[in-house]
């Protein structure tokens, strides 16, 4: 199918290595101009490499997005975008009696206010062209909450109200904006958590990774490649009447109906 995004243009946060990589090659294999970030330089440039050698169209901002700087920088890179993917690594696991206030102002700045502000800076130019995809990536924890990823889920939470909200004004000009909820998905970031919850147990990692497994309803992780196929969906023109809504890609382990 062709998703008639060839030669659209696009910025992916967080996508030198993981489910970020992922969407970005995603994609690129759909001939989108991409323009990748991460905030280790030795990693950004070997996935920028590798992305050259496949002929992708491909350029790169390091920094953290947290700054206003990198956040120009990308808007530099890659002015008037039509996809945004904003995605971020999410905080550790934790204890709530233990979370200072700055635990919690530092969920908020890295998992809501970055990928806000971002929003406002490419909505204007989607407008003028009357066509944008907006994609932010958060987490299932926003619909079926653990106390041990708290931080995580109570900076997610408001980004998906925001989303909601700016999907219904900005319908009209062809501008969908979306949530994307993957769960256990095969990555570097679902290793350190299972590790956590390992140690919490003290069991060995395979132990934990088993326990994980079994407890899901497809009983194996997902796939990186299972998150970036229905993102690029979201991304084309077929998705255009698709617009505020929060998609589970979580082998079925969601308890909720909605």
């Known amino acids: 199918m062709d ?3 060839k030669g659209k243009k696009a ?6 290595r993981g489910l970020g990589k992922g969407i970005a090659e995603q994609l690129a294999k759909e001939g989108v101009e991409i323009t990748i970030n991460g905030t280790n330089e030795e990693h950004l440039e070997k996935t920028k490499a590798e992305f050259t050698d496949k002929n992708y169209k491909v350029s790169a901002v390091l920094g953290v997005m947290e700054d206003a700087s990198t956040r120009e920088a990308l808007i530099n890179a890659c002015p008037n975008p039509d996809i945004l993917i904003n995605n971020s690594g999410g905080p550790a696991p934790g204890k709530f009696f233990e979370w200072t206030e700055d635990d919690f102002l530092g969920a908020i700045k890295s998992n809501f206010t970055q990928s806000a502000l971002l929003m406002q800076s490419v909505i204007p130019g989607m407008q003028k062209n009357k066509f944008g995809r907006i994609i932010n990536m958060t987490s299932a924890m926003v619909k079926n909450p653990h106390l041990m990823m708290g931080l995580s889920t109570s900076a997610r939470t ?3 109200g925001l989303s909601k909200a700016l999907s219904k004004e900005f319908a009209k000009d062809n ?3 979306n949530c994307i909820l993957p769960e256990r998905i095969a990555t570097d970031r679902q290793v350190r958590i299972i590790g956590y919850q390992a140690k919490l147990a003290d069991i060995t990692y395979e132990e934990a ?3 994980v497994e079994d407890g899901l309803p497809a009983k194996r992780m997902g796939k990186v490649e299972e998150v970036s196929g229905i993102c690029t969906f979201l991304c084309s023109q077929q998705a255009a009447f698709i617009t505020g809504q929060s998609i589970s890609v979580d082998g079925g382990s969601s308890e909720y109906l909605l």
Not at 11 to 16: L, N, Q
């Open 209 to 211: 990774l088993k326990l």
């Open 11 to 16: 910025i992916i946060c967080a996508s030198s």
């Open 3 to 5: 998703l008639g995004i």
């Open 175 to 177: 501008i969908t904006i």
């Open 158 to 160: 408001g980004l998906h």
